[in-house]
């Protein structure tokens, strides 16, 4: 799956409310209780639920967490090396 743009702009653990070293318990709980908060149905701010439910997305998934903390620990310097066309170079011998 690749990073998207989003992740290095928006820190979903700020989102959320939870440290980066917090459980997967701490970030469903943190959810639950913001998308109740927040959902449109019982008078929320849409918008606000949105960024919620995206950044739970992300870090509710303990693959795209692995992958985002990943990238936000490189930067946007790491995308930078991502997408090359390769060496493809037809040598007649």
Aim: charged share 35%.
């Amino acid at each position: 799956m690749p990073a998207q743009r989003e992740w290095f702009e928006k820190d979903y653990y700020k989102v959320l409310g939870v440290s980066d070293s917090s459980t997967e318990k701490e970030i469903k709980t943190a959810y639950r209780k913001l998308s109740k908060q927040h959902h449109p149905d019982s008078g929320g701010d849409e918008e606000k639920f949105k960024e919620v439910s995206g950044a739970f997305d992300v870090l509710g998934d303990a693959a795209k967490r692995k992958e985002y903390d990943e990238v936000r620990r490189l930067g946007p310097v790491g995308q930078a090396f991502g997408g090359g066309a390769g060496f493809n170079a037809n040598f007649n011998v």
